[in-house]
C-alpha cells in the first residue's frame, strides 16, 4: 500500500536527461512509495523501444534543424516534443501499479483545468474526438511506471515536418495525416497553462491516495549523467547496425495490437522484426526467435496471455510470404 507521495519536476529541457532521471528515479523507488514525475523536452522526436528510427521519422530533416532524436524503454509510437508539450510519469512499485486510477488521474486533471478529456482505446486521452495524449507503459521485477504526454502548445507544422506515419496506421485511425488527428489542448482552453496543468495534476495525484504530496529528495546527478550516456548513445537511438535503409523494408502490417514492420538488413540479409506494439515482451521475444527460427513459425509460449499468443500467430502469418 503506498504511504508516501513525491513529485520531481526536471528543469532540464534535454530528452536524455530526462530520460536518465526517470530510469533514476525507477531503481530508487522504495516499498510504500509512488512518484510523480513532470519533465519537458525541446524539439525532440522520441521513438518506441522497438522501432525503426529511419522507418519513423526523417532523420535527414532532424540532423539539418538540430533537432534531437531518442529512443525510450517503453513500447508505442513516435512522437513529438517541444516545450510546449508536458511529459508525465507515474511510478509505483509493482503490486501498487494501476494504470487505471492512472488515467483517472489524469482525466480529474483535465476535468479540473477545463478539458473534456475521454481514455479513447488502450492508451490515447482524446478531447473532442482528437488526441493530446499517448501513454506508454514499463514493468521491472519491482517497479513499473507508466508516462505519456499532454500536448498543450505543440508546434503542429514541426510534428508533420519530421514524423513519417504509415498509410496503414493513419487508414485504421480514419484519417488522412497525423496532424488531422491531434489537437493542442490550448485550442480548446486558450487560457490554460502548462504550470497550470502541472499543478493540477500535482493536486489530481495527491487527492487519488489521500496523501499529501511532497518534493521528492535530492538526486545523485553523477548517477544520472551516466545513465544519460546510454540514452545519448548511438548504438541505443539507432542500433548496432545505424538503422537500415527505408527501401529495404519488405513487408509492413497493422494489427490491433500495433504496426508490424518486418526487414532484411546487412549483407548477410537476416530478418528483423520492428513494431510499436505497446507489449514490449512480446516484441523481445519475437525479435530474439525471428533470426533463429527463420523461415519456420515462431513457437507460442505456454506462458503468454492468449492476447500474446495471438501476436505471435499474426506474426507467422506474415512470415509465410516473407
Known sequence: MVQQLFYHESRSLSPYYNLALEELLRSELLPAEAVLYLWRNEHTVVIGKHQSARHECDLEALEADGVSLARRKTGGGAVFHDAGNLNFTFLNRREDYDPGRNFE???EALKAVGVPAVLSGRNDLTAEGLKFSGNAFFKSAFVAYHHGTLMVEVSMERLSRYLRVSPLKLRAKGVRSVQSRVVNLRQLCPALTLEALGKSLQSAFAASYSLPLQPGPRLNETRIAEIEKTFASREWILGKAGGFDAASAKVEERFDWGSLLLVREGDSGKPNLYS???????VEYLRAELPRV???P???????SPFQKKMVEDVNEILKRF
Open 105 to 107: 488521474i489524469l482525466l
Open 294 to 296: 527463420y523461415p519456420g
Open 298 to 304: 515462431i513457437p507460442l509460449p505456454a506462458s503468454f
Open 276 to 282: 510499436d506494439a505497446l507489449d514490449t515482451e512480446v
